[in-house]
Structures are given as C-alpha cells and as structure tokens.
C-alpha cells in the first residue's frame, strides 16, 4: 500500500536562500509528492515533482523534503524542511543524498517550510 502523502500537493515557503525563485514564484516552491522513505537515521523523506527554477545555469524539477528538528511531517500544519537537490540536475531518489545539509559538494539544500 503507497505511503498516503504520494500524490499530495504542497506550497512551500523558502527562507534560504534568500533570493529564491522557481516558476511558482519568489520564496516559493510548488509541488507533488511522487515518493515518501525513511532514510538509514529514520528520518522521514518525501521526493516532490516541484516547480522548475534554475541552480547555477541548471534546471532543477525534483527535490527531496527531510524532517527539520527531527518533528515528523504532518498534514494541516506546517512543516520546517531541508529540500535537497542534486546540483547538475539529476533526479532525486531513495538512498542517493546525504542527511544534512553542507555534507555533499554535489547537493544543494534550500530551507524553508511547506503545507500539504
């Protein structure tokens, strides 16, 4: 049975950095959960189709939520997320990024909350 955040939408609010922008808008970061796993710490990880926007001259359409603080995803409340993304645009899968944020020179993080 799928996890029952697959297939949600969310609206994300991003803080870092500061001069964000994607399709979706400034600071803002739209999308549709296609995966949710627990990582090897057993942190919760949810990978989003989101709105494109451009890293270093790359377009990046795939990103991966992770708890912020350890607090679990919940639905109707909004939630404090690390968004990692491969830096040479390369789709975001299970097992295929580090957990924090700084620990990769081929990930990108962006900090911010979201809402399903």
Excluded: K
Aim: net charge negative; charged share 20%.
């Amino acid at each position: 049975m799928p996890h029952p955040l697959i297939g949600r939408q969310i609206i994300a609010s991003i803080g870092e950095p500061w001069d964000f922008c994607s399709a979706a808008g400034q600071g803002r970061l739209d999308g549709t959960v296609i995966d949710v796993f627990e990582d090897g710490d057993g942190r919760l990880r949810a990978i989003i189709r989101c709105s494109a926007f451009v890293h270093n001259g790359v377009e990046i359409s795939v990103a991966a939520a992770s708890e912020r603080y350890a607090i679990p995803f919940a639905l109707h409340e909004r939630n404090g997320a690390n968004l990692a993304f491969f830096r040479d645009g390369s789709l975001v899968a299970r097992g295929t990024f580090p957990g924090t944020p700084g620990d990769s020179t081929t990930i990108s993080w962006l900090i911010g909350s979201f809402q399903f």
